[in-house]
């Protein structure tokens, strides 16, 4: 099994590297510590959109979620607010790093496409359990000599799919 902290690419292939670190470690510890401080250098604001697809498989449900990073930033703060007020069995930091897997960005010059999926969950305190199997497209780009988050497609089921159709 790989170590779920451990970044998945080589030191020689930097930008993945960067990439991974911006999307997994940094975001997860931000949205635990419910700092959005830690994560806004990673966003382009100017033209940003955010697609949230409301973990629905068709397209024609999906909807423009976050027309803004602000929009963006005031839902992520919401959500951060609302899981420290959580009680879990289970280290939540841990949890959610086990659940998270990004090893798919494609890199075309100055753009990215990051696939990072989430596939498990998280134990309460209460018995119960909170499913975390979506997965999120990141747009990123190189901005200021760095990665930045351009935009992402969110929320989408996971896996997608579900067979073939026939037409």
């Given amino acids: 099994m790989m170590d779920p902290f451990a970044n998945p690419f080589t030191a020689t292939d930097v930008d993945r590297r960067a990439i991974w670190e911006m999307l997994v470690p940094r975001d997860i510890d931000a949205f635990l510590s419910a700092d ?13 959109i955010g697609i949230d697809t409301r ?4 397209p024609d449900d999906w ?16 959500q951060a607010a609302d899981f420290a007020t959580q009680e879990f069995a289970e280290d939540p930091r841990m ?11 494609e890199i075309a010059g100055d753009l990215a496409l990051a696939h990072k999926k ?20 990141y ?5 200021d ?17 579900g067979g073939s159709t026939t037409v």
Avoid at 69 to 75: F, G, P, Q, S, T
Avoid at 131 to 136: I, Y
Wanted: with cysteine; charged share 25%; aromatic share 18%.
């Fill in 36 to 48: 959005w401080s830690m994560v806004a250098g990673d966003f382009i604001a100017e033209g940003f």
């Fill in 55 to 58: 973990r629905a498989p068709n």
């Fill in 63 to 78: 909807r423009l979620g976050f027309p803004s990073l602000a929009a963006y930033r005031d839902e992520w703060l919401r």
């Fill in 95 to 105: 949890a959610i790093f086990a659940t998270t897997n990004l090893t798919e960005i």
């Fill in 118 to 137: 989430f596939n498990g969950g998280i134990k309460r305190a209460d018995g119960g359990y909170d499913e975390m199997r979506w997965q999120t497209l």
């Fill in 139 to 143: 747009y990123c780009r190189r901005h």
């Fill in 145 to 161: 000599e760095r990665w930045k988050i351009s935009g992402f497609t969110g929320y989408m089921p996971y896996p997608m799919g």
